[in-house]
Structure formats: C-alpha cells, structure tokens
C-alpha cells in the first residue's frame, strides 16, 4: 500500500547529515519543540504557508495573493509588504502562493509518492556513487511518518542508492522497526540528559529517546549522535558527563561520532513569517567565547574515548580562514 | 569515504605529497609561497613593476617597412623581424635564470603597427591609456609620445584595420564593433590571431639549425614549374632569415651573459651567468641537451612568436609530455635534482607573466587584463594510445603553479576515467588555494570533438588548450580561436522586435516576425533561426575578409617552420599552411536566450499568463511600471535553465544547437572550416552593458549569461538546485558540437569545501562531473564577501587572483562592472 509523505523540502548536494554527497528529504511534523530549533516550518504535520517579506513586491504594486484569497483579512500587511500569514485559521492559501508572481509567499509541505520523490532522489546518483553518499530524510520528525519512510528506503535499496534516517527517536520503537532493515545509518540527537530540563526546553521526556537509543546499540547499528548546544541548557559539566557515561556505559561507546552544533540564531525570518514567537530571543553570549568552550566539551569527549567532532566535518590542518 | 568507484594509482610525485594541503581560499599579501627563495623575489619584482607603452619595436619594425617598401611583403616580414632581433636591447634580471623577453622589458608593452594605429593614434589623443578606469598603460615621456604617434601617422592606410574598413559592407558594418555590436570581431581586427601551440617535441628534437636545414633543402628542391613557386620561395627565404635572426639574437644573449659574467663579485651568479650563457651557445647552434637548455629554448621559440606578431594564447602544448625526456635524462645522469628542476619551472613560470598587451579599449572591455592572456599549459590526459600521460613533471607543474600563484601560466589538466587519484588529488588541493588554477579539460568529450573536425583518433588525443577553452592539436593546427564575440541576446532581440533595434528602433535585420504577431512558440523558433542565420551570414562573411587580409598583410613565415605541414608545403600559416584550419567564433548570452524563450513559451502560449504585446511592452519599457510581469519572469514559477528542469534545459539545448548549426560547415579560405564556442570569457559584461532588456527578466545594461552559466540578474539567480542541478542540466547538451569549445565556472565559498572532506567532496564532485560528459570546468573558491572586502580595501588584495572565465586575473584590476558580475554568480554550497 502506497503512502504520500508530507514533504517540506528537498535539498540536493547536502554534505552535512550524512558521508559524500547526499540528497536529502525534510519531512513535515515533529512532536518535539526545542526552543531553538531552525525549522519552525517543520512542526505541524499539515500544509503551511509563510511569507517573505523582503521578496514582495507590494500590494499597491500587485496585490494577486488577496485578490486569490477565500478568506478576507488573514494576510498581514506591514507598510504595504505581506509580512505574515496566519495559518491557525485553517484556511487553504494555494491559492494565494499559486498567484504571487515573486515567490513572497512559500508554501511548506506537499503531499510527495514515494514515486515522486525517486524521481528526485535518481537525478543525482551517479554522485552518491562516487562519493559513498546517498539519501538522507529528516525533519522535522522523520519517523512520524514511518510507513512513508520505510517504502521509500525500501525503494532506494532496491536502486542501491544508500539511506540514512536523522530521527529524534521520539516515537514508538514500532515505529523504528519498520525503517529499521533498510537503513544504512542513523543520526540523532542527544540533547540533554535530565529528563526534567528535556521536557522544559523540548516540550518532552527524554525516556523514550534513551531507550531507542540503547534498543538500537544491541543491534549494532551504524550511528552518527549530535549535541545541540546550547548556552546553559545542556553545556554544564554535569550534564556533558552524564552523556559520556551514557554512550559508553548504555550504549557500549557504540556511536561512530559524537558532532557537537554551537548553536547558531538559525530560522528567525521563519518565525517570523510563521507569526511564532522566538524562544531563544534573550539568549545572548559571546560568540567565541562560546566557541572556545564547545572545543573544551570535545576534549572531554575525546579524552574519554568517543570519537567527538565540533561541527559535522574532520577539520584539516588549515583553518578556514576569514579576511 | 566509501567510494563504489575504482581508483588508479600513479608513481609520479612532485616534490611534496600528492595531498599536500596549500590552504582555503585567497590569503592576503603572501610573497612566500614558493619555496625558492628566488622565485618568490622575481615574483614581487614582477608585481612591482609599472606597466610600459615601450616604442622599441615600433621604431625597428617601421625603420625596415621604410627601408623594403619594394620586395614581397613576407620578406618585409622577414626584414622587420630581424631588424628587431639584432637591435633590440636585451635585458637579463637579476637572479633569472632563463633569458629572453618579447623586444621590451619585462611588462613592457610593444606596438604592433602592421596591425593598426587608428585607435592608438586616437586614445592618446582622446582617452589616454594612462586615465583608464582599468587596463591602464603608461608612456613613459613625451618624447615617447610624441615618436609613437609619428611612427604611426606613416602606418596609417596600411593597416589590416584600415584596409578592413574599405572592405566591409553596411550589412557587415552595421552589426559589428563599429555598428550595434551583435558580434565584434575586435580581436583579429585590431591585432594578431595567435592561438596556437608549436610542435614543441620537433623543435627540442632539430633546433634551429635543423629547422633552418629542412627550409633549405625544401628551398633547393622547389619547381619552377609550380604555380606558386614564387610565393614558396619568399616563404622559405622568409623563414630562414627569421631563424638565422632568432640563432643570432640567441647568441646576443650568449655574449651579454658571458659579459656580465666577468664583471659580477657573487661566485654563485657568476656560475649562473656562465650557465646562461653556454645553454644560449648551445641552443643556437645545436639542440638542447639538458631540461634547463630545453626550457631556454622553449622560452626563446616562444616569445619570439610574440615579437612576431601580437596574436594572443601563443601556448605551450603538453608540456609535461614534451618536456619530460629532458627531465627524464637529467634524472638519470643525477645531472639535475627534482627540486632543481621544479625550481627552474617556476622562474620559467614567473617569466612567462612578463609579456603584456596594449589592447584598444573596444577589445580590452571584452577581454579584461593586460597579459597577451591565454597561454595555456596543458598537462595530464591521455597520451596517442589512450593509456594516462601523468608523470613527475605533471605534479611538479602544479607544484610550481600553487607555489607562483600568478596569471601565467593557465594550467589546463586534463581528466579522464583513468586519471590517478594523486593526480586528482593536487589538482583539488590547488583549486582549493583559490587561486583560479587549474582549468580542468574532459578527454571524452574534447577528443570526439578533435575528431569532428576531422583528425585521427591518435590525433585527437593529443590535443591541447590554447586561450581559453579552445582546443587545438600542437603543430598542425590553425584554429583561428576566439575569432569573434557574438552576442546572441541581440539576435533574440531581433527576433522579439521584427529585426530592430531597442535602443535606436533603427531596421537592422530582416524583419522576420515580432513578439506581438507570433502565433506559435514554433513560428517564435523560426524566427531564432533565421536571425541567426541572417547575423552568422553576415559575421562569417566578415571573418573570411579578415583572415584574407592578414594572408595578404601579415604573413607569419617564422611561427610557420615550426609547423610541419607548412615547412613541407612552402604556404605560410595565413595561407592554410597547416594541416588543420578553422575559424572559431563563440556565442555569448545562450542563457539568456534559453530563459527567454522559456518566458514566452510559457507564459504567452501556454500559460496564456500575458500576451506576447504585453510582454513585449514590458521589455521595451525595460521593465517598469510592469512589476509584476518582472517578479513573475525571475520567479522560481517560470521554468529556468540550470534547475535540472527538463523544459528549460531544452530550451538551452536548442539554443546552443542552434548557434552551433548556424556556424559549422561554413568553409574558410585556408581549406578549413568554421567551429562554433560557446564561451563568453568576460564579454558578457560589455555586451550586457550594450543591450537593451530581454524576456528573462534582465534589465537593460545588466550583463547578459556567461560562458555556459545561468542567467542572473538583478533579481536574483535563476539556478536554485544547487550545483548537482546545475550539472546536470550543463550536461544535456553534446558539448562535442562546440568544437571550439564551451567554457564552466563554478563558484564555492571557502567553508563549502573545507577540510579533509570538504575536499574529498569537490573531487567526487569533479569525478561526476567529468563523467556526465561537460568539456570544461574551472573554480572559484571565494566568497562574496571576500569579493567585496577586495573592493573596499584593494590594496590589501593586489595579488588576489579569480577565475574570470578562461583566465585569471588580478580581481582588483577588473573594471567594476566585471567585478560586480563575478560576485553575482552564484555561489553554490553543498
């Protein structure tokens, strides 16, 4: 039986979620709300619209998007520009993104076949050949849409091309079985370990996470684990300890890398054109500082024996320089 | 990293490791990155040094045209020639170890009068070379001044130019530099053709006297029964004079060497003085007989191509293939160390950046830098059998390019499935220094195109790069490259305004239907083919007058000899001496043109979004008052090429296939024919400037689509996939059909290819590439924002060189408008 995933995004050429050159599927609906996530857009299973102001050509000059709307007074005008869209109405803007002549309004999610999506995920092959990459999905929650997922991994075996699933682990083992025989390699975050402060800054538990995570090492799958971190939500020493001991002790030190992302203000203009309030607006530090004491965190880590990287890619000798 | 791909191996290393790391991106002000002392000084000295008008050439050359005003104009070639060899002053520089400048000092800039003087007598007058806003050039006093414009009052009515003028007619003239421009034949108009490499392997094997020796035999064994007997005869006489002026001018050198020998305190210099000297005795009386004799030779042969004539991408061939018996033998006799060897690569290399060019403003807006420009290196591929040609010169080559960092040489490797991963690996390791070196070349596909033009498969195997992108087969080919621009925005103007032009309304093509009228996308297409039929008529039929004229003007007896099929003919090069002959005229803008016809086919006849009136309203009111028809043409709604979109790439493919069509098969006067490119190098910007706005929503003056690039404008860039889209889009076309040659550039920001897998990612990258079948391929790794530091703070950034298409040039020499093109490319992220 065959499923439409909801499709936010497909980017390809990605480098970073995954070995070589990669494709890679975001797909729509999370059931976690970090604070700091980046793609705002990513939360709700369904269809969203967002408007970019800075591409708007104005509603004296076109006005097309409310001309097109079934609903009068849901496109927010600020001097002139559609800055908002608001999407808690239930209203179908297709319309309104079908008629914009200049991209101003984007609309997030599409329903995609597993079909559909091979068309894309082919075009690039010859490049996952020769460089060991392949696909990637992500999200949002990925594993949301399990059945999806599965038919589509299912498909790209069968093609060779290699799959690699990047999943909160927020979800029902169940659910984890089912992409489990055709995945190649797994991606997940660690966030934090105290389930308390998880659920303060995630909106859940970090139980079940642990527990798929630790599922997952007795079956010795190939696994990528990231930290987020973030200024005092998850880089106290108490905290980046606790994680050591779980990847050695829980998980039997079974993780290829760990990636430690600084974070980044990362997706504000989203927020914005979503109309959500931003839950990292008062986080303020000093950049490097910060970045001095991300590296101090992956000594930690390597000093303990796990493979721990700052950023997703082995740093040469050279340092990337800036003018 | 996992790779499903096999990978070859090589012996060949350099002196460092194949994956040495030499850093990400420009950095600021080195003058250390040799690690020869000597070279990174005669490097600074080079980068210091004012750029001259010198008169010297000028003077000789008019001197004998005074003097031999009554015998055959080849031998008043001849004569100039010598005369310019046995009096101009000679210069060795401090700590050079190789001899041998273009008859003016390092930097200097000679005057090429047999070609024309009309524009150089009026930019002196009127807009003095020393006021350019770039490309400046400095007459050294006014005394200089005021010789120059005397030696070239006598030219005048003598040149190609002025005989070029009378020849051409209005249909010609109108379209050309003097009329709308649809396509500028500057370049041959005003100065030499060049675009060649020699038979380098030839000339190290007989030398001069061997040369000399075959012209006399073949002099001694001439008919008097042939026709031609008269003109065969000056041919060789020609010849001999030149290379016996070239032994003579050798051994000047010789003598000044010995001489400064006897008066230099450092015992180290005075050595090397010795050396120069004995290598300059035995290369003009014999053949060389060590690799530093061979690149003494090569360095001589080569520049006096250049004091010939002023034609441009005078290259240097295989080099590491005819090179390598030298080094091989040197090895062996443990004459020479590798480090030697690599160090005498790089002064030659420093040296090579030493001729310059006075260009007219017309052909320098087209051609941005003041180098000659275009001397190729070609290094890599594979060899007359079909096996890998890489060896230890291949790396050091490129050692010696990322250790110079400069203009010259334009290293060109060429790929193919069987290039080792060493190989791959350095050459990413320098295109990641960001530097704009190497270009890198697709054997598969320029190989079947050396064979569309007619050569053998062991023929075409051994091609190499001369200029830009253009191919050429050393020793036998006079390919005419970089004949012509064409701007094919124009012609889709032709097309979109029943054959007027936008900015005066003046008729200037057939009036072959307008955007109003078509009733089809297909009557649309018929339209584009007959403007391009009408504009490649009339340029072609230009082209042919042009060469006739440099046949009847300006032979080449000397560059000839070293052609083998010239030495065996008795015809000069300009009479189709050589074995292979073209005329290779490129297309710039056929994005451009792809994204507008994507417009009209979508958005008038299929989409019926606006009629073919309103859209042509909005172009001809250049886009105002018509906001919403302009969002709706850059928007992501209307199929673009680049996007890997079927419907747009095919518009692409038709447009290329169309030029192409339009240019080959068209016969020339040396028993050639002509061969389309589809390259702009930067003379889409000019062109740009000089067009009215077009359907892909580009706004009048902005520049039009590079080389084989995507169109961006003001708006935004119309490729938005990212760089595997791109590709493979590129990749829809036979690059093969343009057997002139197509040109890439690809842009990445410094992080997007960082570290250990940022490199491995750009050679896979690579990899795809060469094997979804492109031609051509160069990088950019810079940011925009280190672009646009180098714009505030030029002096910091002297030495900063980008990738402008063919060629490199110094960034913030480059006219604004060029500069703000590179920095609107796209630029592409994993």
């Known amino acids: 039986m065959s499923k439409d995933g909801i499709v936010f995004d497909i980017q390809r050429f990605t480098i970073h979620d995954g070995p070589g050159l990669r494709t890679e599927l975001f797909l729509k609906g999370c059931p976690l709300r970090c604070q700091w996530c980046s793609n705002p857009e990513s939360w709700k299973p369904r269809i969203q619209w967002g408007a970019y102001p800075s591409k708007c050509i104005s509603l004296e000059k076109c006005g097309l998007c409310t001309a097109a709307c079934p609903v009068k007074g849901v496109l927010n005008f600020t001097d002139g520009k559609l800055t908002s869209i608001d999407n808690s109405k239930g209203v179908d803007y297709s319309a309104c993104a079908e008629a914009c002549p200049s991209d101003a309004i984007k609309q997030w999610g599409k329903s995609m076949s597993v079909a559909e999506c091979m068309a894309v995920i082919r075009k690039d092959k010859d490049y996952y050949q020769r460089s060991g990459g392949g696909i990637t999905v992500s999200g949002g929650e990925s594993l949301m849409q399990s059945d999806f997922v599965a038919e589509l991994f299912e498909a790209c075996q069968a093609e060779d091309i290699q799959t690699c699933c990047e999943t909160t682990f927020y979800t029902k083992w169940r659910n984890v079985e089912k992409v489990l025989p055709n995945t190649d390699l797994w991606i997940s975050d660690l966030k934090q370990m105290d389930t308390k402060i998880h659920r303060k800054y995630t909106g859940g538990g970090n139980e079940l996470i642990l527990e798929n995570l630790r599922k997952l090492a007795d079956l010795n799958q190939r696994l990528i684990l990231r930290i987020p971190v973030i200024p005092n939500v998850n880089d106290d020493p108490v905290n980046i300890k606790a994680t050591a001991d779980f990847i050695l002790n829980d998980l039997h030190g079974r993780v290829e890398t760990l990636q430690l992302l600084s974070f980044m203000r990362l997706g504000v203009e989203k927020y914005k054109a979503l109309n959500i309030p931003y839950g990292m607006e008062g986080v303020h530090f000093d950049r490097k500082e910060f970045q001095a004491h991300v590296e101090q965190i992956a000594d930690y880590f390597n000093q303990r024996g796990i493979h721990c990287l700052v950023g997703t890619k082995d740093k040469e000798v050279e340092a990337v320089k800036k003018n | ?830």
């Open chain 2, 1 to 830: 990293m996992l790779s499903t791909e096999k990978r070859y191996h090589t012996n060949a290393i350099g002196i460092e490791p194949f994956d040495k790391s030499y850093g990400l991106g420009y950095q600021v002000n080195h003058a250390d990155w040799s690690p020869f002392p000597r070279v990174n000084d005669l490097r600074q000295t080079f980068l210091d040094r004012p750029y001259d008008i010198d008169v010297e050439r000028l003077r000789l050359v008019t001197e004998s045209y005074q003097k031999h005003q009554s015998c055959s104009r080849k031998l008043q070639c001849a004569y100039a020639f010598e005369n310019v060899l046995l009096n101009t002053k000679l210069y060795i520089y401090d700590e050079d170890l190789i001899v041998g400048e273009i008859a003016a000092p390092a930097k200097a800039a000679p005057i090429y009068p047999e070609f024309s003087v009309n524009w150089i007598i009026d930019e002196i007058r009127h807009s003095p070379f020393e006021e350019r806003e770039h490309d400046k050039f400095f007459i050294r006093n006014d005394k200089d001044r005021q010789e120059i414009l005397d030696l070239c009052q006598w030219w005048k009515g003598k040149t190609i130019d002025d005989h070029l003028q009378a020849s051409l007619d209005k249909d010609q003239l109108k379209g050309s530099e003097v009329g709308e421009k649809i396509f500028q034949t500057n370049l041959y108009h005003y100065a030499g053709v060049g675009h060649l490499a020699i038979d380098y392997a030839k000339l190290m094997k007989v030398g001069y006297v061997g040369l000399i020796k075959e012209a006399k035999e073949h002099l001694a064994a001439l008919s008097k029964r042939d026709p031609e007997w008269a003109s065969k005869r000056d041919f060789y006489l020609a010849a001999i004079i030149m290379h016996e002026a070239a032994r003579t001018y050798i051994k000047r050198y010789a003598k000044l060497a010995e001489k400064m020998a006897q008066t230099e305190p450092d015992k180290k210099r005075k050595t090397e003085l010795k050396q120069i000297a004995a290598n300059c005795y035995q290369i003009a009386d014999g053949t060389p007989k060590t690799f530093w004799q061979a690149l003494q030779l090569f360095n001589i042969a080569t520049t006096l191509i250049q004091v010939e004539s002023n034609g441009h991408s005078i290259s240097y061939g295989r080099m590491d293939q005819w090179l390598y018996p030298y080094y091989e033998a040197d090895m062996k006799k443990k004459s020479l160390t590798k480090k030697q060897a690599l160090e005498l690569l790089e002064v030659e290399y420093v040296k090579m950046n030493n001729p310059t060019k006075l260009k007219d403003k017309g052909s320098m807006a087209v051609r941005n830098g003041r180098g000659f420009g275009g001397e190729s290196l070609t290094i890599g591929g594979v060899d007359r059998e079909g096996n890998d040609a890489t060896n230890d010169l291949t790396m050091l080559m490129l050692e010696g390019s990322v250790h110079t960092r400069m203009m010259n040489p334009w290293i060109c490797v060429r790929m193919h499935e069987k290039t080792p991963y060493e190989l791959k690996t350095k050459v990413v390791q320098c295109i990641r220094a960001g530097y704009g070196h190497p270009k890198l070349y697709n054997d598969a596909p320029a190989i079947k195109a050396m064979m569309r033009k007619g050569m053998t498969l062991e023929e075409a195997r051994d091609y190499c790069v001369v200029g830009c992108v253009e191919l050429s087969l050393p020793g036998k080919e006079y390919g005419w490259h970089d004949a012509a621009y064409v701007n094919t925005a124009k012609m889709m103007e032709m097309v979109l305004n029943g054959g007027r032009s936008f900015n005066t309304g003046k008729q200037l093509g057939p009036d072959t239907g307008n955007l109003a009228e078509y009733k089809s996308f297909d009557e649309v297409l018929a339209s584009v083919d007959k403007q391009f039929e009408y504009w490649t008529d009339q340029m072609c039929s230009s082209l042919n007058i042009i060469d006739s004229l440099h046949r009847q003007l300006k032979p080449l007896p000397y560059v000839s000899l070293f052609f083998s099929d010239c030495m065996d003919s008795g015809k000069d090069l300009t009479e189709g001496g050589a074995k292979y002959n073209g005329i290779g005229p490129q297309a710039s803008g056929t994005a451009t043109c792809a994204d507008s016809l994507s417009s009209i086919k979508q958005l008038v006849f299929e989409d019926h979004y606006c009629t073919g009136a309103e859209l042509l309203k909005a172009i001809k009111d250049n886009w105002e008052g018509h906001d919403i028809l302009y969002a709706m043409v850059n928007s992501s709604k209307v199929h673009h090429y680049g996007n890997d979109d079927d419907y747009a790439d095919d518009l692409f493919k038709y447009m290329f296939e169309c030029y192409c069509r339009h240019i080959t098969g068209r016969k020339n006067l040396r028993g050639g024919d002509f061969r389309p490119g589809v390259y702009s190098v930067n003379a889409n910007v000019a062109m740009g400037m000089n067009t009215h706005a077009s359907a892909d929503g580009r706004k009048k003056g902005e520049a039009i689509s590079d080389n084989m690039g995507p169109v961006h404008t003001d708006a935004g860039s119309h490729d938005i996939c990212g760089p595997t889209a791109l590709v493979n889009s590129l990749a829809k076309v036979d690059h093969s059909l343009a057997t002139n040659g197509t040109l890439m550039n690809l842009r990445f920001p410094e992080d997007a290819v960082a570290g250990v897998q940022g490199r491995d990612d750009l050679l896979n990258f690579i990899d795809s590439y060469i094997a979804k079948g492109p031609m051509h391929v160069q990088f950019n790794i810079m940011s925009s924002k280190t672009m646009r530091a180098a714009q505030k703070h030029p002096e910091n950034y002297k030495d900063m060189l980008v990738r402008v298409a063919g060629y490199s040039a110094y960034f913030v020499e480059l006219g604004k408008p060029l500069q703000k093109d590179l920095i609107q490319r796209t630029e592409l992220h994993f």
